[in-house]
């Protein structure tokens, strides 16, 4: 290992220095909303992909809730709008709008941002994962699709020496996937991306559906936040309240929604939250098992190990400190 590459006990270092990358539906709000009331972090970008919603929208949805948050300084940066090597922008599958609702936010809206996007993410995320000191580097988070960090990586290949290990929400190791039986979303949506970043030597922890269905929020929090008679609180239950209703006609028995991406960000902070095999992955790339997060056979008796995958997670603890820092947020 590079002598450069910044140790993840940085992490432990007040501010965290966060950015991140969102597709910007409902969970991917929860994790800003999560980012937000955690006193250890400096929030320093936001990157906009698509995923559960256009591109366009993705950064119009972020920023809006920036504003909502009352943080309107912290940028957000235009990521990709296409997996890698598609000829055109990419749009949700009308299963995805069900799920996030038109807006990628339930059924409701926010006014119009205070703000414009700012372009070129992928050169930014690339310039200032570079750029940024070993003491105080960038904590990067993608809760969507990897194309963003793929094509940073492949304008900048250094970066997987300079960024500390990266949490990513997507992904199942022992589960069913939840858009083929075998594929997870977020890798679904770009397999070549995720395939790429997990072969260039970055180290990365997989926080995927084998952990997140295991963290379920109930009404009775949204509940709370409604009563906080705040903008943000009732917005934020409302949104989240159009997502419990999703997971109760498609997975009932669940009792709430699954905190996919606040549990990775979660995770990034305090990776003693989750229990994780060491090993190295993959993604199936051909056929009905396209998507598929697999450990690596031709690296399985490799003694380095450059992934880490969530496997069993403390629900409760996560719990409560999701239901406090959001709650800060909203207040
Ligand atoms: C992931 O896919 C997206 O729909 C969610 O925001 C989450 O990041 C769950 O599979
Ligand atoms: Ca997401």
């Not at 910044?6 to 270092?13: D, H, Q, S, Y």
């Not at 997996?83 to 799920?99: D, K, N, T, W, Y």
């Not at 205070?114 to 105080?136: I, N, Q």
């Amino acid at each position: 290992m590079s002598e450069r590459r910044p140790a993840e006990k940085n992490l432990a270092v007040h501010p965290v220095r966060l950015v991140l990358d969102l597709d910007a539906g409902i969970d991917d709000a929860l994790a800003l909303a999560y980012a937000l009331g955690s006193s250890e972090v400096e929030l320093v970008a936001v990157v906009a992909s698509y995923g559960n919603v256009t591109q366009e929208r993705a950064a119009r949805n972020a920023c809006a809730l920036l504003d909502l948050l009352g943080r309107p300084d912290v940028p957000v940066y235009a990521g990709a709008d296409r997996p890698l090597g598609a000829a055109e922008s990419f749009s949700p599958a009308a299963g995805v709008v069900r799920i996030h609702g038109e807006s990628g936010l339930g059924a409701s809206e926010l006014p119009a941002p205070s703000r414009p996007t700012r372009a070129d993410g992928v050169g930014w995320l690339a310039r200032e994962g570079c750029a940024a000191p070993p003491a105080a580097p960038l904590t990067y988070v993608p809760t969507g699709p990897l194309t963003n960090l793929a094509l940073a990586l492949r304008a900048r290949p250094e970066l997987a020496e300079r960024l500390p290990r990266i949490t990513f929400m997507g992904g199942a190791l022992g589960v069913p996937g939840n858009v083929t039986p075998c594929a997870e979303a977020n890798v679904h949506n770009d397999p070549e991306a995720a395939d790429e970043v997990l072969v260039s030597g970055l180290p990365t922890r997989m926080v995927g559906l084998d952990v997140t269905h295991q963290v379920v929020l109930t009404r009775e929090e949204t509940a709370r936040w409604r009563a906080l008679g705040t903008r943000a609180g009732r917005f934020f239950a409302d949104m989240t309240d159009h997502y419990i209703a999703v997971y109760e006609r498609n997975n009932p028995g669940m009792g709430g929604c699954a905190l996919h991406d606040p549990l990775a960000l979660a995770a990034a902070l305090d990776p003693t939250l989750v229990g994780c095999l060491r090993t190295n992955l993959r993604v199936c790339r051909e056929g009905a098992v396209r998507g598929r997060t697999v450990c690596d056979p031709r690296r399985l008796r490799d003694e380095a190990k450059d992934a880490e995958v969530a496997l069993t997670v403390d629900a409760p603890r996560f719990l409560e400190e999701f239901c406090s820092r959001v709650r800060r947020a909203l207040a």
